[in-house]
């Protein structure tokens, strides 16, 4: 098993700034891909970022592109998300999630998820 844990999210004005970090322990080598999605109240769970386990291929959903930054270190066994510019429309629960097959955008594709971390997003 996998164990994913978030952290850093919080309260910001509307053009700041946050990390997330996604810390993961356990079974970490099964994991081919990881991705960062999130959920607005009401709104279904939606892809946001996401990174290869093993090399720096990334892809973003177009609503953070050239704002969001998803990385990773290896060596902590953590993923990160750097978001920039932050929008009140970004206010939402952010989850971190593995994938042991491959890349996906899916919410139904991903074996591993986190508890989430809270961003709220204030104009």
């Known amino acids: 098993q996998v164990l994913l844990v978030e952290s850093g999210g919080g309260l910001v004005q509307a053009g700041g700034s946050l990390r997330l970090s996604c810390a993961a322990s356990?079974?970490?080598?099964?994991?081919?891909?990881m991705g960062w999605f999130r959920q607005a109240p009401g709104k279904e769970r939606e892809f946001v970022a996401r990174?290869?386990?093993?090399?720096?291929?990334?892809y973003y959903a177009d609503s953070v592109k050239g704002r969001f930054t998803i990385s990773r270190d290896n060596a902590k066994n953590t993923m990160y998300l750097q978001m920039n510019s932050l929008k009140p429309e970004d206010t939402a629960v952010y989850y971190c999630?593995?994938?042991?097959?491959?890349?996906?955008?899916?919410?139904?594709?991903?074996?591993?998820w986190g508890q989430g971390t809270q961003v709220a997003v204030s104009s």
């Open positions: 999630a593995g994938n042991r097959r491959g890349y996906s955008d899916s919410v139904y594709e991903y074996d591993y």
């Open positions: 990174i290869s386990w093993s090399s720096d291929n990334t």
């Open positions: 356990g079974r970490t080598f099964s994991i081919y891909a």
